[in-house]
């Protein structure tokens, strides 16, 4: 197993890379699909570089809209259009990976599209990326792919209970899954989550879940960010930190994994891996992301070189940065949940030392929707941890000053 130190950028394999080479500089136009915050933080790290960013969404009022040059509003499936679009652009990324697979290959025969749309073809289905794994050899939860209530409760027969059941495609924060915990709600559970393939996961007893974050260059370069520690709260993520405290050895094992995931589904730009870690230190993928993540916001103030620096340094085919982390890091997610008591008192949150906010331009602050994420560097993780969580709880009105 080869390893590299946190920080460090793997060079590219000695045999030649059969990837595109030019590299795309400041001052080209830059294409995202999706107008989401991800795209916003993309377009923010793109211009300080110099570059023009254009922005395909399916609304008009985006977080996208206040950062980019322009933005193309329309249906991700019309084709026609997107192809019109391309001819402006000199590279295309994504800032979500649910992405109508033909509309990415047809902008990909006017420009480059950086991930490949095989990789979103792969990733944004469960039981495909599931068979990927087991065909590469990456450890996973044990699993069976169902398409009717029969194989259902044969799969349970075989996995046992607890189990979970998730929705083959279009699932995230915990949408598109539920628990099975006894034999009398297993039909219950087909009826809420079929017709459609789903995909039975035997139930990990994990000590914690962890994501890597990772970018890979046209050629071939990778660099992988230190894991980060996840926990949610009601399938969203609330709070990311890093270092996450763990072993050195499950650390190293779940950058390396992360960066052969990479190299193996040819991903060029970043995209984040989630493991669970289990009780007895085993590090097993829950799920692939082809694109920067949620658990990665705490690179933008804590690392030299941010998640979204990253991309756009990939997919122009640029040098990876240095991922090195300067100081420990926590980021807590703002849900509109913190809006309940009025307007946030960011005052008062942003006086707790180290604590760095960044909203995401949502004009509706509906509860469980991702509204912006709140980051504190501090000496330790725990400080970081406690900073982050006590400026939202200071924010939202909720603990004494």
């Avoid at 609304?59 to 249906?75: K, L, M, N, Y």
């Avoid at 330790?380 to 006590?390: F, S």
């Amino acid at each position: 197993m080869v390893r590299s130190p946190v920080g460090k950028v793997t060079p590219a394999p000695a045999a030649p890379s059969p990837l595109p080479a030019r590299v795309i500089l400041p001052g080209a136009v830059l294409g995202v699909m999706g107008g989401g915050q991800l795209g916003a933080m993309f377009a923010m790290a793109a211009k300080r570089m110099g570059y023009r960013v254009e922005v395909i969404s399916d609304s008009e009022d985006c977080p996208s809209a206040h950062h980019a040059d322009r933005v193309h509003v329309g249906a991700y499936d019309d084709t026609r259009k997107l192809e019109q679009i391309a001819q402006a652009l000199d590279v295309l990324t994504f800032e979500f990976e649910n992405v109508p697979v033909d509309a990415a290959r047809a902008m990909q025969e006017v420009v480059p599209v950086r991930p490949d749309p095989l990789v979103l073809f792969t990733t944004q289905d469960r039981a495909r990326e599931k068979a990927f794994l087991v065909e590469h050899g990456f450890g996973c939860a044990p699993h069976r792919v169902v398409r009717s209530q029969d194989e259902l409760h044969a799969a349970v027969a075989a996995l046992g209970l607890p189990a979970v059941l998730k929705t083959a495609a279009f699932g995230y924060d915990g949408k598109g899954q539920r628990k099975i915990e006894h034999s009398s709600a297993v039909d219950a559970a087909w009826e809420a989550l079929g017709p459609e393939a789903c995909v039975l996961e035997g139930w990990v007893d994990f000590d914690c879940e962890i994501s890597v974050v990772a970018a890979r260059g046209l050629d071939g370069a990778t660099a992988v960010f230190e894991p980060s520690r996840n926990a949610h709260r009601h399938h969203i993520l609330d709070v990311s930190s890093a270092p996450a405290g763990l072993p050195q050895a499950v650390c190293d094992t779940a950058r390396d994994m992360a960066s052969r995931i990479l190299a193996n589904l040819g991903v060029v730009g970043v995209a984040c891996v989630e493991f669970f870690v289990t009780r007895d230190g085993r590090v097993l993928v829950n799920e692939i992301a082809p694109r920067p993540h949620n658990s990665g916001h705490l690179t933008i103030a804590a690392c030299e070189t941010s998640q979204f620096e990253q991309q756009v340094r990939a997919v122009c085919g640029l040098p990876l940065g240095s991922t090195q982390q300067l100081a420990p890091a926590a980021m807590a997610n703002l849900l509109g949940d913190c809006w309940a008591n009025g307007e946030p008192d960011w005052a008062a949150a942003l006086a707790v030392p180290g604590v760095s906010l960044m909203l995401y331009g949502k004009s509706d602050p509906r509860p469980g929707r991702k509204m912006g994420h709140l980051t504190a560097l501090a000496p330790t993780v725990e400080e970081a941890i406690a900073n982050a969580t006590k400026a939202r709880g200071l924010a939202r009105r909720d603990v004494d000053r």
